[in-house]
């Protein structure tokens, strides 16, 4: 009986020794887990930052746009001008084709622009997306880590008794 109990105390030892070493990584992983939904919430907050920027370059590509309208529509009055005035106008209608063509290049580029921002905020909405997905992963897997470790107190508890027990 008494190589028993010297046997049953050096198991429930290791098995005490162990728990207490799931605790200290259990710990960890709620550490890290914590760690990583902190460094999450720093990527949310720079994520809608560079939204609120893509929005106000947005703006501004829609001004360049009405300012390319009505400079082609400026271009269009010069030329009509510049026929009106016939020979003499002749120079001027070279200048007002010009500025059609500026208008129209800037009309252009701005549409790119506009396209290329619209991606991009269609990355960034999906990336936002995964970003909520993981944080709710995070908080899940946290949920579950402190389940586990409300577990191995209970483990740990119940060989503590058994220890005292056989005391």
Do not use: P
Not at 10 to 16: A, M, Q, S, V, W
Not at 62 to 77: W, Y
Not at 142 to 149: D, G, I, R, S
């Amino acid at each position: 009986m008494g190589e028993t109990n010297a046997n049953l105390e050096g198991t429930t030892g290791k098995l005490l020794e162990t728990i207490s070493q799931v605790r200290r990584e259990m710990a960890g992983m709620t550490s890290e887990t914590e760690s990583i939904q902190k460094t999450n919430a720093k990527i949310t907050e720079s994520t809608a930052r560079i939204v609120s920027h893509a929005n106000e370059i947005q703006g501004f590509a829609r001004d360049i746009q009405k300012i390319s309208s009505k400079t082609n529509m400026l271009a269009l009055n010069a030329s009509i001008e510049a026929a009106r005035s016939g020979e003499v106008g002749k120079g001027f209608a070279v200048v007002a084709e010009e500025m059609r063509n500026l208008a129209n290049d800037t009309k252009i580029s701005s549409e790119k622009i506009l396209d290329l921002l619209s991606q991009f905020m269609d990355d960034l909405e999906s990336m936002e997306t995964d970003m909520k997905n993981q944080e709710e992963a995070h908080e899940q897997q946290a949920q579950l880590t402190e389940k586990l470790v409300a577990q191995v107190e209970k483990i740990e508890e119940s060989t503590k008794e058994i220890l005292l027990k056989e005391e």
